[in-house]
């Protein structure tokens, strides 16, 4: 069965410092794989996908991802960090049935 | 483009009382739509969905029920809430592929 794990639930980094969230999925073909973020008492919004071609994928907000399949890896990167970017990181793989499978998501702080 | 709507934003409800949240969807045609709970600010359970109208899929048997009278309307319903029922409560519609949108949530305290 298809799974997602972020290993690391809450991160703290600095402003203007780089960022990278884990994720590590399982699945057995090519997967689809998605990274949304979260504001405080707000929905999800779609921060970039991976469906195939180039590994490397950028997003809205200066993100990227690079899809690692010898790792089984989608972490999400940003070279600098702002203070807006504090919020919960959702990772996800497309299911067999069409579902999204999340991961329990990474909660961003940002250091002044 | 597309837009997705719920509401209330925010309702709180005692115990025992009926539950009624809609979500609605508009500038797409048979969308799938979904419905997630999030408790204590953390993970998503994915609940019900819906490929059609009047076809709804249970994800996890509990207190809560969906339905889906029109195209791109999405209700969630209860007839008597529990106090577990307390949450973050999201809406989300696809048209093909994977990817998900998701509505600005309804928060729900049950107390």
């Known amino acids: 069965a298809q799974s997602v794990t972020q290993p690391d639930i809450h991160i703290t980094v600095s402003e203007g410092a780089s960022l990278e969230l884990r994720c590590n999925y399982s699945?057995?073909?090519?997967?689809?794989l998605f990274w949304y973020v979260q504001s405080p008492g707000q929905g999800l919004q779609l921060l970039l996908k991976?469906?195939?071609?180039?590994?490397l994928v950028q997003g809205i907000k200066g993100f990227e991802a690079e899809f690692k399949r010898s790792q089984s890896s989608f972490n999400l990167r940003k070279p600098s960090v702002h203070w807006s970017d504090a919020a919960e990181y959702f990772c996800a793989v497309g299911a067999d049935t069409g579902k999204l499978i999340f991961g329990q998501g990474t909660t961003l702080q940002v250091k002044p | 483009s597309q837009t997705i709507h719920q509401w209330p934003a925010t309702l709180v409800q005692p115990v025992g009382s009926p539950l009624s949240l809609e979500c609605t969807v508009e500038g797409t045609s048979n969308p799938n739509l979904y419905w997630y709970r999030q408790a204590a600010g953390r993970g998503l359970q994915l609940l019900f969905y819906s490929v059609g109208i009047g076809q709804i899929s249970s994800e996890v048997p509990q207190n809560l029920s969906a339905s889906r009278p029109q195209d791109r309307q999405f209700i969630l319903s209860s007839k008597k809430l529990l106090l577990s029922d307390s949450g973050f409560y999201l809406c989300a519609w696809k048209a093909s592929g994977y990817e998900q949108y998701f509505g600005p949530g309804t928060r729900l305290t049950v107390t």
């Open positions: 699945y057995g073909a090519t997967p689809y």
């Open positions: 991976y469906f195939s071609g180039d590994t």
